[in-house]
């Protein structure tokens, strides 16, 4: 076997190859392009295969990191995967939109010199070889226990439940209330970040699986959770982020005003892109504010340019501040997106028909840190800037989504409308019922809900295995 | 999939159909909407349910064909079948002995109202129906509402059946009556409600209206179906439909309901007569 580890620290980390900014700031194709075979093998002989690997300790789902990347530095493509998909159902979307940078890579003993090994792209490039053979492997399955466990929700904190709770043979049902699976990852990510057949594949992974999958079926609607508890042993809830934030400004409410979600669910679930073939209206805007700086304000504003608008992202904070990813910074400002710092919306101003023409800022400056240990952003007196918009995009935040907590009675519900649950375990209040993810811990990240995913499933698998 | 069990258009251009979707059907009450999609690239658009059957597993829709989606809707025939059917969704209207009230339903709100005023007649309310129309003969379902209702008044515009003009004619019409209202509801259009909650509001009688804003998920995720009552910004699909008429911001809503009306008239032109014709003799042939 041949050894990967060189002799002489590589720090040079391999770029991953990309769509020019200014074609792709015209199409909704994937950014991206992954790595090319030499280049992931390359990238990964530069991994030194600590002893103690510190990446896998701030991985949320514990993946064996060293050990699927010393499978693509042998070429052994087929081993690498079946590591991966030992403890991550979803290779191929974190891979893409985890916050490596602050997880796995900020752990890695290279980061201090600058050469950090890409283990998200490394990832990204196992999972894509392996749908690229055109057969998913299915694990060996165990038998069936016959216990039954309801997962209300088809995001990822859900498809992470499922997937761990089916390998450990009880039967499981998802729930999801929109037409399609995915939860956010199909309605919020847009395709050229996220592309939808990455979604798709993967859920196709779990039905093979023997996952029943149920959509258009709302829990606390079209059945209440203790309806479900009269037919499933368990039940998880991962209902995600609900309930769009909006800042309560004047004119919030005229017309070209959008929550986010609505602004990525039109053009992302419903397709209206791709209008009038898809039925769905959007409007193609000429210049958009998008507020907020997270990585759905990213989301949004990219978005926005791809449909022919001059777009602007404003933020109260600076730079150093946002909460995006910094790969997905850096793609919006090559691709164009204008950036606002230290600029906080305080007015809509409205055109004689109810549409928004305007939107009036109050510019600030840094102070001291807050709460948060951020300076907080402290308003210049009488420094107004207004910029003249057809649309303005509100990414600012969701709460927890609340139809479950209003209608399953004796459920412990939290002052931010989350459900609250024992940290360790996921449990709720009420008993047979966990909880992860965005309903638990308010709008977060692809990663955290999975291994809060990962986190319930071992409980509920080891609940299950004390019934008789 | 959700197969038509049966569809007809009962006056001129609105149209009755019976879907088969057991789920809805077991726990729909008075006031609850669903969520529909006519096909695999369509929208998603809100409906009131006007009955169901749970036995049957079946519901009931009275959909005006004003768009594409409802046009297409409109088009299918018996045993056809439609993707996307989720629901109930929104709170059930709330029903208690108020003593007398006063149903006002006008167009599409007919069908929404049946629900509403036959719970409230068995809640032991009398219960006092009004039916608007342009003309006389787009009433429907009268024989049903006269069932679950002590009195029928109509108005239409023409004065073709009973009153002449529309709902701000409510004071003189309310003055007639023996008996003081207690509580008014009101289904139809927005501007319908909207002119319903400014008559009754010198009488000051409670009125509470059924919103239909425009929605996507309809579970509180998009936020597209805010509402201002009150001076608060609500969603009409998670704190609503329901809400008290005089406290709801109309213009703000007959504005924020025309955001798309530009867009919809494209799919209408290039969707086609002959697409429509085709599904409807597929379905009929098939």
Same mark, same amino acid.
């Given at each position: ?24 700031? &015209? ?44 499978? @693509? ?16 159902? $979803? ?31 490394? #990832? ?7 749908? !690229? ?16 466990? !309801? ?27 929109? &037409? ?15 592309? =939808? ?32 508890? %009269? ?20 004119? %919030? ?24 073939? *898809? ?14 700086? /997270? ?69 600030? #400056? ?32 969701? +709460?927890?989504?609340? $139809? ?8 412990? @519900?939290?002052?931010?409308?989350? @459900? ?7 449990? +709720? ?21 999975? /291994?809060?995913?990962?986190?319930? !499933?071992?409980?509920?698998?080891? *609940?299950?295995? +004390?019934?008789? | ?88 969704? /929104? ?18 709100? @007919? ?12 809640? /032991? ?7 608007? !129309? ?8 009268? %024989?049903?509402?006269?069932?679950? +209702? ?109 955001? *798309? ?14 697409? &429509?014709?085709?599904?409807? =003799? ?5």
């Amino acid at each position: 076997m041949a050894d990967p580890q060189p002799k002489k620290l590589d720090l040079h980390r391999r770029e991953m190859p990309k769509q020019p900014p200014e074609v792709r700031q &015209h199409n909704f194709s994937e950014v991206a392009l992954g790595y090319p075979i030499e280049t992931a093998v390359e990238e990964a002989r530069r991994c030194i295969q600590c002893k103690k690997p510190t990446c896998v300790f701030e991985c949320p789902v514990e993946i064996d990191i060293p050990g699927f990347i010393k499978c @693509i530095a042998q070429q052994d493509f087929t081993g690498g995967v079946s590591i991966l998909k030992n403890k991550n159902c $979803l290779p191929a979307i974190c891979g893409r939109v985890c916050p490596q940078e602050e997880q796995c890579e900020k752990a890695c003993v290279l980061v201090k010199k600058g050469g950090q090994i890409a283990i998200g792209r490394l #990832e990204r490039f196992l999972a894509d070889w392996e749908a !690229a053979q055109g057969v998913l492997g299915i694990p060996a399955m165990p038998p069936s226990t016959g216990k039954r466990v !309801a997962v209300v929700g088809g995001g990822p904190a859900s498809l992470t439940v499922a997937g761990d709770l089916i390998k450990s043979g009880h039967q499981v049902t998802i729930f999801e209330a929109l &037409h399609k699976m995915g939860g956010v990852l199909i309605y919020g990510i847009p395709e050229f970040r996220l592309p =939808k057949a990455i979604v798709t594949r993967e859920v196709e992974f779990l039905q093979s699986l023997g996952v029943e999958l149920v959509t258009d079926f709302v829990v606390g609607k079209t059945r209440s959770i203790d309806d479900l508890l %009269e037919e499933y042993d368990a039940i998880f809830v991962g209902s995600g982020a609900g309930l769009p934030w909006f800042m309560e400004i004047p004119g %919030e409410n005229l017309n070209g005003v959008y929550s986010a979600n609505e602004y990525l669910t039109r053009l992302n679930l419903m397709k209206g892109f791709l209008f009038p073939k *898809y039925h769905t209206p959007v409007k193609f805007h000429k210049r958009v504010v998008v507020i907020g700086g /997270g990585n759905v304000a990213m989301d949004c504003a990219r978005s926005a340019l791809r449909l022919g608008a001059e777009s602007r992202i404003v933020y109260r904070r600076s730079r150093q501040e946002l909460p995006a990813r910094l790969e997905e910074i850096e793609n919006a400002e090559e691709e164009g997106v204008i950036f606002e710092y230290l600029t906080l919306p305080i007015r809509y101003i409205g055109d004689e028909n109810g549409w928004v023409k305007a939107i009036e800022c109050q510019k600030m #400056e840094l102070g001291e840190p807050d709460a948060s240990g951020r300076r907080k952003p402290v308003p210049i007196e009488g420094a107004i800037a207004t910029f003249e918009v057809d649309a303005v995009v509100c990414a600012i935040g969701n +709460s927890p989504n609340p $139809l479950i907590g209003a209608t399953t009675p004796g459920l412990t @519900i939290g002052k931010k409308g989350n @459900i609250e649950v024992d940290e360790a375990t996921g449990k +709720s209040s009420r008993d047979r019922v966990w909880a992860g993810g965005d309903v638990v811990t308010g709008a977060a990240t692809v990663i955290l809900a999975m /291994g809060a995913g990962r986190q319930a !499933a071992k409980s509920i698998h080891q *609940y299950l295995s +004390s019934l008789p | 999939m959700f197969r038509i069990l049966s569809s007809r258009m009962i006056v001129p251009n609105i149209h009755l159909l019976t879907i088969e979707a057991p789920a809805v059907a077991r726990q729909a009450n008075p006031g609850q909407f669903v969520i529909i999609r006519a096909e695999e690239e369509g929208e998603r658009v809100p409906l009131s349910i006007s009955d169901w059957d749970r036995q049957m597993g079946t519901i009931t829709l009275l959909v005006m064909n004003i768009g594409s989606t409802t046009g297409r809707l409109a088009a299918l025939r018996e045993r056809a079948t439609i993707p996307t059917v989720v629901g109930p969704l /929104g709170n059930a209207t709330e029903i208690e002995n108020y003593g007398t009230v006063l149903c006002l339903a006008g167009c599409y709100g @007919i069908g929404s109202m049946f629900p509403i005023a036959r719970a409230l007649k068995e809640k /032991g309310n009398r219960v006092i129906t009004i039916l608007e !129309a342009r003309s006389a003969y787009l009433l429907y379902w009268e %024989e049903r509402l006269k069932a679950v +209702s002590d009195k029928v008044v109509h108005i239409t515009r023409d004065g073709t059946r009973g009153f002449r003009g529309h709902v701000g004619r409510l004071p003189e019409i309310i003055k007639g009556f023996d008996e003081p209202i207690d509580r008014i509801y009101a289904n139809g259009c927005t501007f319908m409600m909207m002119r319903s909650s400014q008559a009754s509001r010198p009488l000051g009688i409670k009125t509470m209206v059924s919103l239909n804003p425009i929605m996507i998920d309809g579970t509180g995720m998009c936020g597209v179906c805010r509402v201002r009552v009150g001076g608060a910004t609500r969603f009409a699909c998670v704190h609503g439909p329901d809400f008290d008429g005089h406290e709801v911001d109309w213009e703000e809503l007959l504005q924020r309901r025309k955001t *798309y009306l530009p867009e919809e008239v494209v799919p209408l032109q290039t969707s086609g007569c002959d697409q &429509h014709a085709h599904i409807v =003799k597929e379905t009929v042939d098939g």
